[in-house]
C-alpha cells in the first residue's frame, strides 16, 4: 500500500510538473506573438508618419504620451476619390474667415472674387468645384466625420478637428459656402483669413484602455482591438535641433519639432497564458522616412 501511495504521488508531481511546463510554453507563445505582431503593426504605420506633409506646414507626423499609452499617426490624406468619374485628391481648403476654436461653422468659399485667397462660385445652382472631392470624401465615408487638421501658416498653431458637414451655398452670388467641423483641442489656437488652411488628413490612433487592451482607431472610427494583456507602451524619441544638441521626447504633440526627430523607440510590455503568467518586453527603432519633407 505505501509502495503504491509513492507511485501515485511522483505520478501526480510529474503530470503537474509537465502541465505547467504546457501552460508556461502556452504562454510564452501567445505573449511572443501578441505582442510581436502589436509592434510590427505600430512599427509598419510609424514608417508612413507626415507622408504628404510638406515644408509648407511642418507638422507633426505623430503625437505620443507615454504617460497615457497613446500614439497618433497622421499624414496627408492623399486617397482618390470619385468626381464626375474621375479620380481626384481631396485639396487643403482655404480659411475665408477669422477665426477661433469655439467657430464650428468656417466659411472656405465666398460669394464674391473680392480676395485673391478665397475661390468663389459664379454659376448660380452649381457645388464650387473645391468642394466636390470634399462632399465625396464625406459620402465614401457614409457622411461619417473626417479627420482635419486647422493649421495657421503663420503662427504654426495647429487644432485637429472633425468634419462633420460640406455645405456649399445655393446662391453663389450672395451666400458663403462652409464645412462643419467639431472637436477642436486647441482653445487657444486663432486661425485668420489668408494665413490658415483646412488639411485632410489620414490618421490612426493607438492607446491602451484601463483593462490592458490595445486599441486601434482610425480617422475617428470606432477602436478596435488589436491585442490583449498590454501592461505597458512606451516611446522615446531622439531629435537634434540645428545646433547640434541632442534630446529625448517621451512625449511628443503636434507641433513639437517633428523636422529633429532622428529615429523613434517603441516599446511593448504584455503578459498571457493560463494558469501561468508569461511576462515578455518588446521594442523597436523605427527612423522616420518622411522627416526629409519637413526640413
Not at 18 to 42: F, M, P
Not at 97 to 102: A, K, R, Y
Not at 107 to 127: D, E, K, L
Request: aromatic residues 6%.
Amino acid at each position: 500500500m505505501a509502495l503504491s501511495l509513492i507511485i501515485v504521488g511522483v505520478v501526480f508531481t510529474l503530470f503537474s510538473s509537465t502541465n505547467k511546463l504546457n501552460e508556461a510554453d502556452t504562454g510564452r507563445v501567445y505573449t511572443n506573438q501578441n505582442l510581436r505582431t502589436s509592434l510590427d503593426l505600430i512599427a509598419n504605420d510609424l514608417r508612413q508618419a507626415g507622408e504628404g506633409i510638406s515644408g509648407s506646414y511642418p507638422i507633426s507626423g505623430v503625437d505620443f504620451n507615454s504617460t497615457n499609452k497613446t500614439l497618433t499617426i497622421r499624414r496627408n490624406f492623399s486617397a482618390n476619390v470619385t468626381v464626375g468619374g474621375a479620380d481626384v485628391i481631396v485639396p487643403n481648403l482655404p480659411i475665408c474667415q477669422s477665426l477661433s476654436s469655439t467657430i464650428t461653422t468656417i466659411i472656405v468659399v465666398r460669394p464674391t472674387s473680392s480676395t485673391t485667397i478665397c475661390p468663389f462660385n459664379s454659376a448660380s445652382g452649381t457645388v464650387p468645384d473645391i468642394l466636390k472631392p470634399w462632399i465625396a470624401y464625406l459620402s465614401s465615408n457614409s457622411s461619417s466625420p473626417v479627420p482635419a487638421l486647422l493649421y495657421n501658416t503663420s503662427s504654426k498653431l495647429a487644432t485637429r478637428v472633425n468634419v462633420t458637414a460640406v455645405t456649399p451655398t445655393p446662391t453663389p452670388l450672395t451666400g458663403n459656402s462652409t464645412v462643419t467641423v467639431s472637436g477642436q483641442s486647441n482653445t487657444t489656437a486663432s486661425f485668420a483669413m489668408g494665413n490658415s488652411v483646412l488639411l485632410p488628413i489620414d490618421e490612426r490612433v493607438y492607446s491602451v484602455d484601463s483593462s490592458g487592451i490595445l486599441q486601434l482607431s482610425v480617422n475617428g472610427g470606432p477602436q478596435q482591438a488589436i491585442a490583449y494583456g498590454i501592461q505597458n507602451l512606451s516611446f522615446d524619441a531622439i531629435g537634434v535641433n540645428s545646433s547640434g544638441v541632442t534630446n529625448h521626447y517621451s512625449n511628443f504633440i503636434i507641433t513639437d519639432p517633428w523636422s529633429n526627430l532622428q529615429s523613434m523607440t517603441v516599446t511593448i510590455q504584455g503578459s498571457g497564458g493560463t494558469g501561468t503568467q508569461v511576462n515578455r518586453t518588446y521594442a523597436t527603432t523605427i527612423y522616420p522616412r518622411n522627416v526629409i519633407q519637413s526640413q
